[in-house]
């Protein structure tokens, strides 16, 4: 049973692009969640998908969007990328009315130089 | 709003000895609490979980944790540390989107780095 998947894993972007990441769910997982980790700092919430749809968002810019899939899966982007949006990008999933835990992707490290 | 705090940035213990790295948080409700760990270039790993019941939690490789209503603390222990255990651990709380909703969003420490030595 494949847990969280992430890819890339490893980014490196100049200031002014965009990126795509990528996250599929453990298998049985219809919520995803966005986490954004800078260096030395806990995790941050992004925003979080359910059927297919933003529910919640955390105190990030509109530059910050994402998209959920029929099968799950989800796409964080990120447009217009500045120097500050380099952190470790953790996506997470769990089972809406199953369970309480999330779990969490190996990360995408993003890179803007 | 939802807070947690981690009072310690770095615990330090030999190995055998037990271990406690400490948590303290605010919620609006009932507090739903978590630790996770991470190891370098590493995401989180659940350990474990407090929603109700037991002030005791047990969890995976032999944690625990204790939650203390009146002092609003969910604090990580284990009885004998391992030099494995050495990484980062975090604390986090979680809220509601809306009463009886299973959504919500996690809120966490800054983490604290645990370091065990043979």
């Known amino acids: 049973d494949a847990g969280v998947t992430q890819s890339p894993t490893h980014l490196i972007k100049t200031r002014g692009q965009q990126v795509t990441l990528r996250c599929s769910p453990k298998s049985g997982h219809d919520t995803v969640s966005w986490y954004q980790q800078a260096l030395g700092q806990g995790p941050q919430f992004i925003f979080q998908y359910y059927e297919e749809e933003e529910r919640q968002r955390g105190n990030f810019p509109d530059r910050f969007s994402g998209h959920q899939f029929p099968n799950y899966s989800s796409e964080l982007n990120v447009n217009a990328l500045l120097l500050g949006d380099s952190a470790l990008y953790l996506c997470?999933?769990?089972?809406?009315?199953?369970?309480?835990?999330?779990?969490f992707g190996p990360g995408t490290r993003l890179t803007v130089t | 709003a939802q807070s947690v705090a981690q009072p310690e940035d770095q615990v330090n213990v030999a190995e055998g000895n037990p271990l406690t790295v400490k948590c303290t948080y605010s919620?609006?409700?009932?507090?739903?609490l978590f630790w996770y760990v991470q190891y370098p270039n590493r995401g989180l790993q659940f350990l474990l979980k407090?929603?109700?019941?037991?002030?005791l939690v047990k969890g995976s490789y032999g944690f625990e944790a204790e939650f203390n209503k009146s002092q609003t603390s969910f604090h990580l222990k284990k009885p004998s540390a391992l030099v494995s255990d050495s990484a980062l651990y975090f604390c986090a709380v979680r809220d509601q989107i809306d009463r009886g909703s299973t959504l919500g969003r996690l809120y966490f420490g800054r983490g604290t780095q645990l370091t065990v030595w043979p």
């Open positions: 997470a999933s769990r089972s809406t009315g199953k369970s309480y835990e999330q779990y």
């Open positions: 919620v609006s409700g009932n507090p739903y």
């Open positions: 407090y929603i109700t019941g037991d002030n």
